[in-house]
């Protein structure tokens, strides 16, 4: 039996089942923390690292709220998750 996923790969994989694979399907981390029960700012830190991996990408809407999309190198990692 495969053991449960780190948070952060839950993170990417919940981004993935949320299809925000483009800008226009981006989600805001308050979004992801209620959907996941967690807090925003935990999100924000690892959606920031995986940022800096090039997993993820991130912008700011006109109120200044960052929104994240997965990059296809973020795809490929979570689809690797179930291989």
Do not use: W
Not at 27 to 33: G, I, N, R, T, V
Not at 43 to 50: M, P, Q, S, V, Y
Not at 57 to 81: P, Q
């Amino acid at each position: 039996m495969k053991e449960e996923l780190p948070l952060s790969e839950k993170i990417l994989q919940m981004l993935h089942n949320l299809c925000a694979a483009a800008p226009g399907l981006a989600k805001k981390s308050e979004e992801l923390a209620q959907i996941m029960q967690i807090d925003k700012g935990e999100i924000e830190r690892i959606l920031d690292a995986f940022c800096k991996e090039g997993y993820v990408e991130a912008f700011s809407d006109s109120n200044g709220k960052r929104l994240y999309y997965l990059t296809g190198k973020g795809i490929i990692k979570v689809c690797a998750f179930f291989t």
